[in-house]
Each structure stands twice: as C-alpha cells, then as structure tokens.
C-alpha cells in the first residue's frame, strides 16, 4: 500500500478505476481487504451490524477456500463482496496471463464484479485484461495504514479524521497484522463518521 491518499500519477495511470465517489454526496464507502480471517472477521461483522453499517469485503480467493464459513458470514450479512485474487499476488512480479488466471480462481470463490488489486498496483495489460473480464476497479480514497507497525490505533483513527470527505472510499484490513489497530480504530471512526453525519453505502 502507499501513503493515506493516492497520488495523482497513480489516479491517471487507472482512469476507469474508482478512486472516490460521488463529490456532492456526503457519504462513505468502508472496505475491507485480504479476508476472510476467523480471528479478525466476524469482530468486524458484528462492530458493523453493531452500528447497522454495510461494507464491501475484497477477499482473497485462498482465505476463501481455507475458511468457507467465515465468507458465509459475510454473505449472510448483507456485505457486498470484492476479488483482490487467489494468492493476494503483486502485479508487477507476474505475466499478464497469471495474474488472470489467479484472478479468475479466486472469482470461482467470490463470484463478483468487483476487483481490487493487491498492494494497489497491476502492470497496464493487467488492468486492461481486469476491465475486459468486466469487473469494476475499486480503489480508493483514504488507506487508513492499518497495518503498519509503525502506527498505533490513534494514528489510524486520526487518519480517518483527516482524510476522509464526501465520497472517500475508505480501506481497512480484516487481517491479523491489522487487527490491534483495528479493535481501537474501526469503532472510533464508525462513530465518528457518524457524528459527522456521513452516510455509509456500498457499491452498485
């Protein structure tokens, strides 16, 4: 991942990608990725149905196969679902035709039309070869830096605080190198989201 907001290069390298939604709607998008993990997923499910807030999940493919009752929790939730591949593979290290291939085995798990890359990049032939395969590219607006050991869940909720506005599409981790920072952050930001008077949607 890069730093808390994309940079300009990067929203011009993938011009059909969501970076952020509508300006002019005084709402957010959470997203969670490189689930399904039995630890740290279904705390997150129920701090949402807690504050009755729907997410959008980018799965990998892998955790998926290895823990199929914690992706039906998600599903039965109402949570929209998102690839983010099989092996949480970088772009940049893989051919074009791999990296599809590893695409398409997760999505024979996920079934969605939904594609986040791992680490926030992809070669161009793979980006093209994800939007001809018909999936929308989200990106996003505000990484919360969950994961980085150098943070603690201050920093991460001090973010959210920073740099969230209208139509942020705001990324955590549902992962175990997130989760400490996460059980300090995500109810933090939730309720301060809330006091804000955003709304909270999901993608279409």
Same mark, same amino acid.
């Given at each position: 991942?890069l730093?808390?907001?994309?940079?300009?290069?990067?929203?011009?390298?993938?011009?059909?990608?969501?970076?952020?939604?509508?300006?002019?709607?005084?709402?957010?998008?959470?997203?969670?990725?490189?689930?399904?993990?039995?630890?740290?997923?279904?705390?997150?499910?129920?701090?949402?149905?807690?504050?009755?807030?729907?997410?959008?999940?980018?799965?990998?493919?892998?955790?998926?196969?290895?823990?199929?009752?914690?992706?039906?929790?998600?599903?039965?939730?109402?949570? +929209?679902? #998102?690839?983010?591949?099989?092996? *949480?593979?970088?772009?940049?290290?893989?051919?074009?035709?791999? %990296?599809? /291939?590893?695409?398409?085995?997760?999505?024979?798990?996920?079934?969605?039309?939904?594609?986040?890359?791992?680490?926030?990049?992809?070669?161009?032939?793979?980006?093209?070869?994800?939007l001809?395969?018909?999936?929308?590219?989200?990106?996003?607006?505000?990484?919360?830096?969950?994961?980085?050991?150098?943070?603690?869940?201050?920093?991460?909720l001090?973010?959210?605080?920073?740099?969230? +506005?209208? #139509?942020?599409?705001?990324?955590? *981790?549902?992962?175990?190198?997130?989760?400490?920072?996460?059980? %300090?952050? /995500?109810?933090?930001?939730?309720?301060?989201?809330?006091?804000?008077?955003?709304?909270f949607?999901?993608?279409?």
């Open positions: 991942m730093i808390e907001q994309p940079s300009l290069f990067l929203r011009w390298l993938y011009p059909l990608a969501y970076w952020r939604m509508a300006h002019n709607d005084h709402a957010v998008y959470l997203t969670f990725d490189d689930g399904p993990i039995p630890e740290v997923t279904p705390w997150v499910l129920d701090v949402l149905d807690h504050y009755q807030v729907k997410a959008t999940f980018f799965m990998v493919g892998d955790n998926v196969r290895k823990h199929p009752e914690t992706f039906e929790q998600v599903k039965a939730a109402g949570h +929209r679902l #998102g690839n983010h591949t099989f092996n *949480h593979i970088g772009g940049l290290r893989h051919s074009v035709h791999k %990296y599809m /291939l590893n695409v398409e085995k997760a999505n024979a798990y996920i079934r969605t039309d939904l594609f986040r890359p791992p680490h926030g990049w992809m070669k161009w032939g793979q980006y093209i070869g994800v001809q395969h018909h999936y929308k590219v989200i990106m996003w607006d505000l990484v919360t830096r969950d994961y980085s050991t150098r943070l603690n869940g201050r920093d991460v001090r973010n959210v605080q920073r740099y969230t +506005r209208n #139509g942020s599409i705001i990324t955590f *981790h549902d992962s175990l190198k997130s989760q400490d920072k996460l059980l %300090y952050a /995500l109810p933090r930001s939730i309720e301060w989201l809330q006091q804000q008077g955003y709304a949607k999901v993608f279409d």
